[in-house]
C-alpha cells in the first residue's frame, strides 16, 4: 500500500529564507508526483508536475526534484513571502494504488 | 478560474436532508473526482470516473451516492448524512488518470 509522508507538519520563516518541503513515499514504483497548495478553506491549486522519468521541475522560484529510488521528493520555494503561506500537498500516483495518494501536507507561515 | 467549478461552495444540511454537490469541468477532460478532506486527514478518494464511467468507490458508503451524466459534469447526491460527514468536499478532473489532476474551490459541508 502506497504511503505518503511530508515532514515538517508545520514551519515557520521569516520573509526571505529559501525553504525546503519534504515528501517521501513508500512504493517507488510511481507515475508521476504532483504538488498543490492549498489556502485555508479552498481548494487545491497544482504547482508542480514531475514525470517519473523526470528528476526535477521549476515554476518561478518553486523548484522541485523528485528521487524515485529513494521515494523522495522535495519542493523548494526561494525568497519567500508571506504571500506563500499556505498548506503544500504532496501526492503520487503509483500504479499500485491507481489513483494518487496525497500526504498530510506542511502548513507553512511566512512571517512579515 | 481553475476551470472546474463548484457549486454550492458552503452548504448546511440536517441529517434527514437531500442535497446535492454539482462539479463542472471546462478542460475537457476524460476523468472526474470526490475527494473529502477532513480536518487534520489527508485527502481521501471517494470515487473516480472514466468516460463517464465509474471505476473506482472506495468503500464509500451509500448515503452518498455519485452521479455523471456526461465528462463534464459530476454530482454527489447526499442524504441522511451523519454529523462526521461534516467536512470540505472537492472536486477534480484530468486528461486520464495518471496525468495532472485539477481541483475545485470545495463545497465545504456541515451536517447538524
Known amino acids: 500500500k502506497q504511503e505518503v509522508t511530508q515532514i515538517p507538519a508545520a514551519l515557520s520563516v521569516p520573509e526571505g529564507e529559501n525553504l525546503v518541503l519534504n515528501c517521501s513515499f513508500t512504493?517507488?514504483?510511481?507515475?508521476?508526483l504532483q504538488w498543490f497548495r492549498q489556502d485555508p478553506g479552498k481548494g487545491l491549486t497544482s504547482l508542480l508536475l514531475i514525470q517519473s522519468s523526470q528528476r526535477e521541475q521549476t515554476s518561478g522560484r518553486l523548484n522541485a526534484s523528485l528521487d524515485k529510488s529513494s521515494g523522495r521528493s522535495t519542493l523548494y520555494i526561494a525568497a519567500s513571502q508571506p504571500g506563500d503561506s499556505a498548506t503544500y500537498l504532496c501526492a503520487v500516483f503509483s500504479g499500485s494504488a491507481r489513483q494518487l495518494t496525497f500526504g498530510s501536507g506542511t502548513q507553512l507561515t511566512v512571517l512579515p | 478560474e481553475t476551470g472546474v467549478t463548484q457549486t454550492p461552495r458552503h452548504l448546511v444540511m440536517g441529517m434527514t436532508n437531500k442535497k446535492s454537490l454539482k462539479c463542472e469541468q471546462h478542460l475537457g477532460h476524460n476523468a472526474m473526482y470526490w475527494y473529502k478532506q477532513s480536518a487534520k486527514k489527508p485527502l481521501e478518494l471517494m470515487f473516480v470516473?472514466?468516460?463517464?464511467?465509474?471505476?473506482e468507490n472506495n468503500s464509500v458508503p451509500s448515503r452518498f451516492s455519485p452521479e455523471c451524466p456526461n465528462s463534464s459534469h459530476l454530482f454527489l447526491h447526499l442524504h441522511t448524512l451523519q454529523p462526521e460527514d461534516s467536512a470540505l468536499y472537492l472536486c477534480a478532473s484530468s486528461q486520464d488518470s495518471y496525468t495532472e489532476a485539477f481541483f475545485g474551490q470545495g463545497t465545504r459541508l456541515t451536517v447538524v
Open positions: 512504493d517507488s514504483a510511481i507515475y508521476n
Open positions: 470516473y472514466n468516460f463517464k464511467e465509474q471505476t
